[in-house]
């Protein structure tokens, strides 16, 4: 992943978020998001992206043992996309690694849990109205 992928990752964001977020009425337009990861990118030290009929549907951003971001297309889901990321971070063998995730997205907390990841901390996250879980795999 490089700069250039910023806006195919913006709009996989964008699509994912509206489903997976729909609980909080989340809805963020593409050029605030992509201005958003282009903030975050220089933080990763891993990242990768995931491409499918020629186009990027999945990312994955993490720095150090903190998987930042994992969001796939939803017309890409269950496809083991987001299975595959998760390994590739896995693999650079970082131990914890640990995670944010808001306690209703029950698709991304299934996979985490398939992967033995425990809830460590639940805490409210008012900037978006909802509670989060953070997460660690040791």
């Avoid at 337009?29 to 201005?35: G, K, M, V």
């Avoid at 549907?57 to 939803?74: K, N, T």
């Avoid at 896995?90 to 029950?106: H, S, T, W």
Wanted: proline fraction near 4%; charged fraction near 25%; glycine fraction near 10%.
């Amino acid at each position: 992943m490089d700069t250039g992928d910023l806006p195919a990752i913006a709009r996989v964001h964008r699509a994912a978020c509206l489903v997976a977020y729909r609980f909080m009425g989340w809805d963020h337009p593409l050029d605030e998001i992509e201005a958003w990861y282009g903030g975050k990118f220089p933080g990763w030290d891993f990242a990768r992206v995931a491409e499918c009929e020629g186009r990027v549907v999945g990312y994955l951003g993490a720095a150090g043992g903190l998987l930042d971001d994992l969001f796939i297309d939803p017309a890409f889901h269950r496809r083991g996309i987001g299975r595959t990321l998760l390994q590739a971070q896995l693999a650079r063998g970082i131990r914890p690694v640990m995670l944010e995730v808001f306690e209703q997205n029950a698709p991304a907390r299934s996979l985490y849990e398939a992967f033995g990841f425990i809830v460590i901390e639940r805490f409210f996250n008012a900037a978006d109205g909802a509670w989060e879980l953070r997460c660690s795999l040791a």
